[in-house]
């Protein structure tokens, strides 16, 4: 699985990173998401998913592969 990142959506929340703090980190200077493991493995797609699922600001979508 792939998490697709709009970063022009993105309002660094952080909410992303408090759920699959493995999967997304924030950009030190603007506070907008990053992605760390792309594609997402096997064991960290359950966290990956809850984090897309409460980003505030629609910015992250699951893309299934
Ligand atoms: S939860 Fe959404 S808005 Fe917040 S930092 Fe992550 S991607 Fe950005």
Known sequence: MRVGVDRERCCSAG??????PEVFDQDEVDGRVMLLLDPVPAERVAE????????????LRVVES
Do not use: H, N, Q
Request: aromatic letters at 6%; one cysteine or more; proline letters at 6%.
């Open 48 to 59: 990956a998913r809850e984090a897309v699922s409460f980003c505030p600001s629609g910015a």
């Open 15 to 20: 909410m992303c990173v408090l759920t699959a």
